[in-house]
């Protein structure tokens, strides 16, 4: 492929069709490997492919924010036509550059890789960037990019589920920001990790206070009426820390990549899926013995909260090794150009009227079951925010087996900055951790985070860890920033390791496949 720094005689669509067919053929080429099958005596795809070479060149080393919007990065962004995808489909990346400049886009997929986090799957380009129109503000205050795609490429056959980054490079400032999607599969698993990338994208300011929390009026806005898109880059993150690497990444890289880096370094068999997977597609459930809810996982559809709710009726074991999980209730809606599911909106809540001790408006919404503590076991409450200790109640319990836990023993600061309490009234339901949260070491805020297990119907279990900072307690992978506010976690810890072994081998020894 012919590469060039110039953008001189070309306009926007010529330069955008003439490198859209090289990328596409080249990659068309590249995915003719036969399908990964693995026999009976072979490790699970994740051990082969951390055993290839990992490197750090995923993690970006010139990224800003313009001061004036204080989350795009305009220099250098984009987005990708799709959150997620099978091998052999094709993934459009929308970019723009202002000024113009020409750019790379290198393909990684995010791991363990021996420590490195990352393997360099392909390079793409160069492209002769341009700059290309911010969207008008739309009803309900959208903001949806129908950007000039600069490259479409197939997933090559032989690529394994994961997280994959797209870094974008221009060429003589050496300006860098990500895009970010999920390769998925349809094999047998033990694991499925669910991303949140709807959270990601309703936390996404891009250009600026576009999120799905500010209405006009207030930037902190919990009522309806306000869509975001996918179709728009992921500005920097915009609350509790300065995360550079959060540019163009969602929220991966902060609260979920400790916990990928850590089952894969394990060598555990996990597949990778987005928000929208759980909410088109409850069939590929069935393909899991357990199913993996990650991080900061608030925004789900009544699609997403049923299917998973048959598949727990079915057999299938449950983590949420997450916080603040089901909370806002979303409703999908196609974009301007009619493809579905690109564009959200809060219309409820899954708990009741005043649990969460309102935010601005959301006493505006729907409060009606289901609830959120019927699917998790425990669900957001007054406060919601805080920090605290996760302080071991029930010591005899399997969970805490060889961990040398007894009651009221803590590990510092692993509950924040938002949490689950108000436990469920579900039969067999055990409340293994809980304890007062604080706006502040010594300051408590009267709420109470309450982690649980509770029985499904076929000696499945269902397990709620009522915290965001469950992988802070795992791993500390590269680029990792520690959070701190309210209280702060202390980083890997032994019996967050036990305790987790001894969940996901629980979930494995039960789950509906198996037999």
């Given at each position: 492929m012919k590469r060039s720094n110039s953008t001189d005689g070309l306009n926007r669509r010529d330069a955008i069709k003439g490198l859209l067919g090289t990328v596409a053929g080249a990659s068309l080429a590249a995915c003719r490997s036969p399908q990964f099958q693995r026999s009976s005596n072979e490790p699970n795809p994740v051990v082969l492919e951390n055993s290839r070479k990992g490197t750090r060149d995923w993690m970006l080393t010139k990224t800003g924010v313009d001061p004036a919007t204080k989350f795009r990065c305009s220099t250098i962004e984009g987005y990708c036509s799709r959150t997620s995808l099978s091998s052999g489909e094709s993934i459009r990346f929308h970019v723009s550059c202002n000024p113009a400049a020409a750019f790379e886009i290198d393909l990684f997929r995010l791991g363990y890789y021996g420590g490195a986090g990352g393997r360099h799957m392909v390079s793409l380009g160069p492209f002769a960037g341009l700059p290309q129109q911010d969207p008008n503000i739309g009803k309900k205050r959208l903001r949806d990019c129908q950007w000039e795609p600069c490259a479409e490429f197939v997933i090559p056959r032989d690529w394994v589920s994961g997280v994959y980054l797209g870094k974008l490079t221009a060429a003589q400032s050496g300006w860098q920001s990500y895009v970010i999607f999920i390769v998925r599969d349809d094999r047998r698993a033990d694991f499925m990790f669910q991303c949140s990338d709807t959270t990601w994208q309703a936390y996404n300011r891009w250009p600026s206070q576009f999120a799905l929390y500010d209405n006009g009026e207030h930037q902190w806005w919990w009522g309806g009426d306000v869509q975001v898109s996918f179709n728009r880059p992921y500005g920097k993150y915009c609350q509790i820390f300065d995360a550079p690497l959060s540019?163009?990444?969602?929220?991966?890289?902060?609260?979920?990549?400790?916990?990928?880096?850590?089952?894969?370094?394990?060598?555990?068999?996990?597949?990778?899926?987005?928000?929208?997977?759980?909410?088109?597609?409850?069939?590929?459930?069935?393909?899991?013995?357990?199913?993996?809810?990650?991080?900061?996982?608030?925004?789900?559809?009544?699609?997403?909260?049923?299917?998973?709710?048959?598949?727990?009726?079915?057999?299938?074991?449950?983590?949420?090794?997450?916080?603040?999980?089901?909370?806002?209730?979303?409703?999908?809606?196609?974009?301007?150009?009619?493809?579905?599911?690109?564009?959200?909106?809060?219309?409820?809540?899954?708990?009741?009227?005043?649990?969460?001790?309102?935010?601005?408006?959301?006493?505006?919404?729907?409060?009606?079951?289901?609830?959120?503590?019927e699917l998790v076991g425990a669900h957001s409450t007054g406060p919601v925010t805080g920090g605290a200790d996760w302080s071991c109640t029930a010591p005899d319990h399997w969970l805490f087996s060889g961990t040398g836990m007894k009651k009221g023993d803590g590990i510092p600061g692993l509950v924040g900055w938002e949490w689950h309490g108000d436990p469920a009234n579900i039969p067999g339901l055990e409340i293994v951790a809980s304890g007062p949260t604080y706006s502040a070491p010594g300051q408590p805020n009267d709420g109470t985070f309450t982690a649980t297990v509770y029985p499904g119907p076929k000696g499945n279990i269902v397990f709620n860890a009522a915290t965001i900072w469950w992988g802070d307690g795992l791993s500390e992978p590269p680029g990792y920033i520690r959070p701190s506010v309210y209280t702060t976690p202390q980083g890997p810890d032994r019996r967050v390791h036990q305790i987790t072994r001894n969940l996901l081998e629980r979930m494995r020894s039960v789950g509906p496949s198996s037999a």
């Open positions: 540019t163009g990444s969602g929220e991966f890289l902060l609260w979920e990549f400790p916990v990928a880096f850590w089952l894969e370094a394990n060598g555990y068999d996990v597949t990778y899926v987005s928000n929208l997977d759980l909410h088109a597609n409850p069939k590929a459930l069935s393909r899991a013995k357990g199913f993996l809810s990650v991080g900061h996982d608030e925004y789900w559809s009544i699609e997403m909260f049923r299917n998973l709710q048959s598949a727990i009726a079915g057999g299938l074991s449950v983590a949420f090794l997450s916080g603040n999980a089901v909370c806002g209730r979303i409703l999908f809606a196609p974009d301007s150009a009619g493809s579905p599911r690109r564009v959200f909106e809060r219309v409820g809540v899954f708990g009741p009227s005043g649990g969460t001790r309102e935010f601005v408006a959301m006493d505006t919404l729907r409060h009606e079951r289901p609830y959120a503590n």
